[in-house]
């Protein structure tokens, strides 16, 4: 009789999970389709992932570890200013108007001269507001390996010619904070070979290189995830010329057939020998944005939005704007960070 009961109550329990998990699929459901606005084309981001598979396991050769706590020699005391940083910003025609104006109207503005536009067509709107900030490369719009990779060539390419000591690549559905992004990179030297950024993965990416003669080797390798936003040194980029400038990011590409982000991670650990050292104030909309505490929302260096797996994806803030208003809440981060904005002191109850 004992067993029986306890077989009963097992079974009660996997049915109230059940219950519970058809439950917030539901309420996802509902929060997308009140915010039809959010729903952002991420398959092509989740997809990718089908065609490079993380290191296995069992491969008898030893997993390269993360070091998450920088060697002291990386750390420096130097008086950075946000002038000292190239901040891009890929995106591309179909997003000026969804996205872009989000990101002018808020961290944009706080700034545009540290910020260069990269996007594929031309758009007066745009040109207007960022005026020879805005960048309009002979890239395709496809969300593409290629398309991707032609983008973040021109990228790197304009930050060589600046004389900026810092590289910052962002996607047009991220939140940077100026402020956080100034203290982070003040404690690094830009003389040091520096890759700052957030992995998706908890273990190295593995992929198959292309060689002469049809031939193929496996690498593995640690990459920071571009849609949580990544920082690079300008003595590590000067290194990674030869596979990165121009038309060679390209090439690059190919021989691992992965995305920008992956290539990048892939130039620095493979064939510059450097490392990416991982920080967690990044963050993408791949991520559950919910679990970070309110408290901390003003440390974060980059927060983003979206829908993922069919339920709406932002930060946890209160005002001054309603989720209606507001719905990737980057309006009322903005005003918790820079109260003195005009169209944040005309909230109501602000």
């Keep these: 009789m004992g067993h029986r009961l306890i077989r009963g109550l097992s079974g009660a329990a996997v049915f109230l999970v059940s219950v519970a998990l058809l439950s917030v699929r539901q309420r996802g459901a509902q929060e997308t389709a009140r915010y039809p606005g959010l729903r952002q084309e991420i398959s092509g981001k989740s997809e990718r992932w089908s065609k490079a598979s993380p290191e296995a396991g069992g491969s008898g050769r030893r997993q390269k570890d993360l070091q998450v706590h920088p060697p002291e020699g990386y750390r420096t005391e130097g008086s950075l200013t946000l002038g000292d940083i190239f901040i891009a910003v890929k995106t591309t025609k179909r997003f000026h108007q969804s996205r872009m104006e989000l990101l002018l109207d808020t961290w944009i503005s706080r700034a545009r001269e540290q910020t260069y536009v990269f996007t594929?067509?031309?758009?007066?709107?745009?040109?207007?507001?960022?005026?020879?900030?805005a960048v309009f490369t002979n890239c395709s719009a496809e969300h593409s390996h290629p398309a991707l990779s032609c983008k973040m060539a021109a990228e790197f390419d304009a930050f060589l010619a600046s004389s900026k000591s810092w590289f910052c690549h962002l996607d047009d559905d991220n939140y940077l904070n100026p402020r956080a992004l100034l203290k982070l990179l003040s404690s690094y030297s830009a003389t040091w070979?520096?890759?700052?950024?957030?992995?998706?993965?908890?273990?190295?990416?593995?992929?198959?290189?292309?060689?002469?003669?049809?031939?193929?080797?496996?690498?593995?390798?640690?990459?920071?995830?571009?849609?949580?936003?990544?920082?690079?040194?300008?003595?590590?980029?000067?290194?990674?010329?030869?596979?990165?400038?121009?038309?060679n990011f390209l090439s690059t590409s190919e021989l691992i057939r992965l995305p920008?982000?992956?290539?990048?991670?892939?130039?620095?650990?493979?064939?510059?020998?450097?490392?990416?050292?991982?920080?967690?104030?990044?963050?993408?909309?791949?991520?559950?944005?919910?679990?970070?505490?309110?408290?901390?929302?003003?440390q974060q260096v980059t927060l983003s939005y979206g829908v993922f797996e069919n339920k709406l994806n932002v930060i946890e803030l209160s005002g001054p704007f309603s989720p209606q208003e507001d719905p990737s809440r980057f309006r009322s981060l903005h005003c918790h960070l820079y109260p003195d904005t005009s169209w944040c002191l005309q909230a109501v109850g602000w």
């Excluded at 849609?227 to 038309?247: E, H, N, Q």
């Excluded at 650990?269 to 901390?296: D, M, T, W, Y």
Aim: aromatic share 8%.
């Design 120 to 133: 594929d067509e031309e758009d007066d709107a745009l040109k207007r507001r960022m005026g020879d900030h």
């Design 193 to 247: 070979d520096v890759y700052l950024g957030k992995p998706s993965l908890n273990r190295p990416i593995r992929a198959s290189e292309t060689l002469p003669n049809n031939q193929t080797k496996s690498v593995r390798f640690w990459f920071a995830t571009g849609g949580a936003g990544f920082c690079i040194s300008r003595k590590l980029a000067s290194k990674m010329v030869p596979w990165a400038s121009g038309r």
């Design 260 to 298: 920008d982000d992956c290539t990048v991670g892939y130039i620095i650990e493979c064939k510059v020998g450097g490392q990416l050292l991982p920080n967690a104030l990044f963050h993408s909309h791949l991520e559950n944005l919910q679990l970070i505490p309110p408290s901390r929302l003003m």
